[in-house]
């Protein structure tokens, strides 16, 4: 399993892998931003000349089988700080490769000069949350009833973790 930045030449693939993550998912993942390559292209281009921004992917069998992205900014008040986004697909290595993209992601913050990493997640995705606690993340609150998934209401999770 290989773990490195993401690169132009990688578009179609993160751009399948996109694809298959909102099809396997509940939720509509992407509903701003349609999935085609021009939009990914874009997406990939804004990361490239960002340095407040990274996304890292995970390559096995020549194949990407999941990525985090790090959302930055350059505001002042809040430069200091990094949305983190995590998809992987499912296969038997999953956990060991989301746990791999999150190291990724944090030492990619320690280097950026990033102190703290957030995301929010479903109350129902408990594997999930467990894997982000194992790396240090800290649950800060939930928004109650935040999220309509299938007919019923969903809570959001808020997570954090500091860099030292």
């Not at 990361?47 to 995970?58: C, D, G, T």
């Amino acid at each position: 399993m290989e773990i490195r930045a993401i690169e132009m030449r990688d578009i179609e693939q993160f751009l399948n892998l996109l694809v298959t993550l909102e099809e396997n998912s509940k939720d509509d993942l992407y509903e701003d931003q349609p999935l085609n390559i021009s939009n990914t292209e874009t997406l990939l281009s804004s990361v490239l000349q960002n340095a407040k921004r990274q996304i890292f992917v995970a390559r096995d069998n020549q194949r990407i089988e999941g990525y985090i992205s790090l959302a930055g900014n350059h505001n002042e008040l809040t430069a200091h700080r990094a949305t983190v986004s995590l998809g992987v697909l499912q296969t038997d290595q999953q956990n060991s490769i989301g746990r791999n993209l999150l190291n990724a992601a944090i030492h990619w913050a320690e280097e950026n000069r990033i102190h703290r990493l957030e995301l929010s997640i479903r109350d129902d995705f408990a594997e999930e949350i467990e894997l982000y606690k194992a790396l240090g993340f800290k649950k800060e609150g939930e928004r109650v009833d935040a999220l309509f998934i299938d007919g019923k209401y969903r809570n959001e999770i808020y997570l954090y973790r500091l860099i030292n």
